[in-house]
């Protein structure tokens, strides 16, 4: 069976990206000093990736908008900054609640190949805090 959910740049849906064109465009995006990225496919669910370059969060928003999947990393410790949204707001984030830029690509590239998460990663699912994250 083949997963045909098409997955876009939020607000732009004129161009269907597979899952190696996000990744690359992730890598690019952190290049052109973008370090904030939305898509959304045709179901109405978003998928937001925020980077400091080391680290990522990755957080998947469902249609309603109101329970989500983050990714994370059950061994991280500590605490990372450094992640500039589109507003120009400098967040932190516990390194639990984030997981490397690397498995960020590959979790996104997945995601929008197979409409899953890869079975590598650790999902966390619970409601959208304040910031949208």
Same mark, same amino acid.
């Given at each position: 069976?083949? *997963?045909?959910? &098409?997955?876009? /740049? ?6 269907? *990206? ?17 370090? %904030?990225?939305?898509?959304?496919? @045709?179901?109405? %669910? =978003? #998928?937001?990736? $925020?980077?400091?370059?080391? &680290?990522?969060?990755?957080? #998947? =928003?469902?249609?309603?908008? %109101? /329970?989500?999947?983050?990714?994370? !990393? ?5 605490? +990372?900054?450094? *992640?500039?949204? +589109?507003?120009?707001?400098? @967040? +932190? *984030? @516990? !390194? ?5 830029? @690397? ?7 997945? /995601?929008? %190949?197979?409409? $899953? ?9 619970? =409601? ?6």
């Amino acid at each position: 069976m083949s *997963y045909t959910n &098409r997955w876009h /740049l939020q607000g732009s849906a004129g161009h269907a *990206y597979s899952g190696e064109e996000a990744r690359h465009l992730l890598r690019h995006r952190w290049d052109w000093a973008s370090q %904030e990225t939305w898509f959304e496919n @045709d179901t109405g %669910e =978003r #998928l937001a990736v $925020v980077t400091n370059g080391q &680290r990522a969060k990755v957080t #998947l =928003r469902g249609r309603s908008g %109101e /329970l989500d999947e983050h990714l994370v !990393d059950p061994r991280g410790a500590g605490c +990372s900054g450094g *992640y500039v949204m +589109s507003t120009g707001q400098v @967040d +932190s *984030y @516990d !390194d639990r609640d984030t997981v490397t830029f @690397d498995a960020a690509g590959h979790a996104v590239a997945h /995601l929008i %190949e197979h409409g $899953v998460w890869p079975p590598n990663v650790t999902v966390e699912r619970g =409601r959208v805090n304040d910031r949208g994250w």
